[in-house]
Nanobody, 114 residues
Framework: QVQLVESGGGLVQPGGSLRLSCAAS????????MGWYRQAPGKQRDVVAT???????NYADSVKGRFSISRDNAKSTMYLQMNSLKPEDTAVYYC????????WGQGTQVTVSS
């Protein structure tokens, strides 16, 4: 089973930027679509952005124009560049690989606060 490890979270001021990374084990990474989800306290886990195995992207309306998802199949790594961060972006961010069953990382905390 593939393992996913997120990194790059932290505390940032409103208007700041962070770059999340998701490293995958194994050799199946390049065959599957991937995505980033987030879950704020007391709320459900929602999709933030997805990317197909050949690079087609899709974003939640709330992050369009601010976040950018990308992947490097040679490095089995996916990224989420987050710019113009807002307090409402505060959440635990999870990466996922759309295998069956779906694979999830352990999550990384992003806190946007002054």
């Amino acid at each position: 089973q593939v393992q996913l490890v997120e990194s790059g979270g932290g505390l940032v001021q409103p208007g700041g930027s962070l770059r999340l990374s998701c490293a995958a084990s194994g050799s199946i990474f390049r065959f599957y679509a991937m995505g980033w989800y987030r879950q704020a306290p007391g709320k459900q886990r929602d999709v933030v952005a997805t990317i197909t195995n050949n690079g087609i992207t899709n974003y939640a309306d709330s992050v369009k124009g601010r976040f950018s998802i990308s992947r490097d199949n040679a490095k089995s790594t996916m990224y989420l560049q987050m710019n113009s961060l807002k307090p409402e972006d505060t959440a635990v961010y999870y990466c996922t690989l759309f295998t069956t069953p779906q694979s999830w990382g352990q999550g990384t905390q992003v806190t946007v606060s002054s």
